[in-house]
């Protein structure tokens, strides 16, 4: 019975033609398409809310980490910029 259920998630047939559907790891297309078929049935929501967020890179997130100790250094020593 195991074994009617794997074989229909590996192959699906299109008229004459067979086509294998192997499981991978998500990637950004399947993702996407993943989102937008949730976002059909589900009226109020975007496709861009579905979709994972992007992370930020460790370069990124470097930048991001030096600008906030910037700011609080200024703000240490002028105070509050208004």
């Not at 294998?20 to 937008?36: E, F, M, R």
């Not at 078929?37 to 030096?66: G, H, N, R, W, Y």
């Amino acid at each position: 019975m195991d074994d009617d259920r794997d074989e229909a998630k590996r192959i699906k047939t299109e008229g004459d033609q067979t086509l294998l559907v192997t499981q991978t790891s998500p990637t950004a297309d399947s993702a996407l398409l993943h989102a937008q078929t949730a976002a059909s049935f589900i009226p109020f929501l975007e496709t861009q809310d579905l979709v994972t967020p992007k992370m930020p890179s460790p370069e990124e997130m470097e930048s991001v980490l030096l600008q906030l100790r910037k700011k609080a250094l200024v703000e240490e020593y002028f105070g509050h910029e208004k």
